[in-house]
């Protein structure tokens, strides 16, 4: 009896498996055939069945990274779609055969144009049909932008319209319906992408989610480079020398010092900083105890040399003053000297701690490869260029070109807000990359915009459904692409989250 309706259910189910099956593999016939308009441009490259515990071959190149996975039986559609005469965006589809009807587009990172597997996988074992892209060229380099503004549109403001439209058709034939709702997550650039959408394609997401926005993207780029700079950073490696340039045992000397000062501000002395804004960091304290007068304030070159001399003979780890107005520096928001202007805010008490500020980001001693190839390749559109006078002029030429229209600092979310979009950001205050108070600074506007209560007025009452200090020891959110064990203190990433359009359904 039990065999019988065991065999009752299972024969269903295995003709709707079958019938899956037939239907994608049919896919590319049906997609080239189409007369869609939504797929004018676009070139089907394949289109697969795929089983359960798959292990793939990645589409593109230059984006090493291990292979994806597919956790779900699936249809994967590989697709090009033509965007200009001299460029193209490449995507995929990973379309799940047990389909809750829901949609979703994943960001990139970074300078990226890499296919995100990962979340490929996940949201296609979330049962949504899910698309990735490669932002409109291969690689984790800014170089494909050099002298062709037609990717550089693709990666600042269209790759992610694009493909989004082509995907929902592509959606629409496999299933022979259209997708209920659609949605889009990204964390970073991606985030970027994500405000992106909802300011300039309101129409093409109902619900988006974005991580640590990389919003008004040139100055963040503009910020990090300065950033850099103010620690001893120049074009090429040996800037190790700069009287500013901390070694990393510097920075946990540093990184301790900032834990002593500002642990306790949140009300526990527990490892954590719960409440970053309100961190004075004092890094004068760590100045060397017989840092004279001389290295104070170094009239010649030989004084500043033994301003950094006197620190590497110290007993105890010490500062020079260069080190610590480097500090000072960073430790405060980038303000434009000439109008008073905030260009970008500090970079979070804490963060410092983070490993990737030492493996190729500000803290190596080496220019950060995120500005220099956007400033090279994007902003100036030169194949060689000279960091080691990099400063203000260059920060306000990348806002006046503002490359592809990829700032994406405005406001105005009324378009998207109207339709009925809902739009969550959070943003780990111990971000590796982008301070968090940009996240805030972005919410302040978008609230000044649309007449909705400043971050200092919110209560638990109003109809946002988070606040920043209800969300402040929240732990368990940390940066893009970490999970617990990849963050060496996961503990001390406590995080905002801001729904900026209120739930009222
Ligand atoms: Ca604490």
Request: with cysteine.
């Amino acid at each position: 009896m039990h065999l019988l309706t065991l065999l009752l259910f299972a024969a269903p189910l295995l003709s709707y498996a079958q019938d899956f099956e037939s239907t994608c593999l049919a896919l590319k016939s049906t997609l080239d055939q189409s007369t869609d308009a939504d797929l004018a441009g676009t070139t089907i490259l394949d289109v697969s069945y795929v089983s359960s515990n798959t292990t793939l071959e990645p589409l593109g190149s230059g984006c090493p990274m291990p292979p994806p996975q597919a956790s779900v039986p699936l249809c994967r559609v590989q697709f090009t779609t033509q965007t200009s005469p001299t460029s193209a965006v490449t995507a995929e589809a990973w379309l799940p055969e047990e389909w809750y009807g829901r949609f979703l587009t994943a960001g990139n990172g970074g300078l990226s144009g890499c296919i995100f597997y990962d979340m490929l996988q996940s949201g296609s074992a979330l049962h949504f049909a899910t698309i990735s892209h490669n932002a409109g060229h291969d690689g984790f380099s800014g170089l494909p932008f050099l002298n062709n503004p037609e990717v550089l549109l693709d990666f600042s403001s269209r790759a992610v319209h694009v493909s989004t439209v082509v995907g929902k058709a592509i959606t629409r034939e496999l299933y022979r319906r259209p997708a209920s709702k659609a949605y889009f997550a990204g964390c970073s650039a991606g985030g970027r992408q994500g405000a992106h959408s909802a300011l300039y394609h309101p129409s093409d997401f109902d619900g988006i989610l974005v991580g640590s926005p990389a919003t008004d993207w040139n100055r963040l780029m503009h910020w990090m480079g300065m950033t850099a700079r103010a620690v001893g950073a120049g074009p090429s490696q040996g800037y190790e020398s700069a009287p500013e340039f901390l070694t990393r045992d510097l920075w946990d000397v540093v990184s301790q010092e900032i834990l002593k000062q500002c642990d306790g501000l949140d009300g526990l002395e527990d490892g954590i900083i719960a409440q970053p804004d309100k961190c004075e960091f004092k890094p004068e304290v760590l100045l060397c105890s017989d840092a004279d007068e001389a290295c104070v304030a170094p009239a010649t070159l030989e004084g500043e040399l033994r301003c950094v001399e006197s620190n590497a003979n110290m007993t105890a780890p010490c500062l020079t003053p260069k080190q610590v107005a480097a500090l000072n520096t960073i430790y405060s928001p980038l303000i434009d000297a000439e109008t008073g202007e905030l260009l970008y805010p500090r970079l979070d008490p804490g963060s410092e701690a983070i490993p990737i500020y030492f493996a190729g980001l500000p803290f190596t001693g080496v220019f950060p490869m995120l500005t220099s190839e956007w400033f090279q390749y994007a902003v100036k559109n030169v194949s060689t260029y000279d960091f080691s006078s990099y400063g203000p002029a260059d920060g306000r030429l990348a806002d006046e070109i503002n490359p592809g229209g990829i700032a994406t600092w405005s406001g105005d979310f009324s378009a998207f807000r109207d339709r009925g979009g809902k739009f969550l950001t959070y943003h780990g205050s111990g971000d590796w990359i982008i301070p968090s108070g940009n996240s805030k600074r972005m919410y302040e506007l978008v609230a000044s915009t649309l007449y909705a209560p400043s971050t200092s007025n919110l209560k638990e009452q109003s109809p946002f459904t988070a606040t920043p200090e209800k969300y402040d020891q929240m732990d368990s959110f940390y940066s893009c692409g970490q999970s617990n064990n990849q963050i060496q203190r996961p503990e001390k990433t406590p995080n905002t989250i801001f729904q900026i359009f209120p739930t009222r359904n």
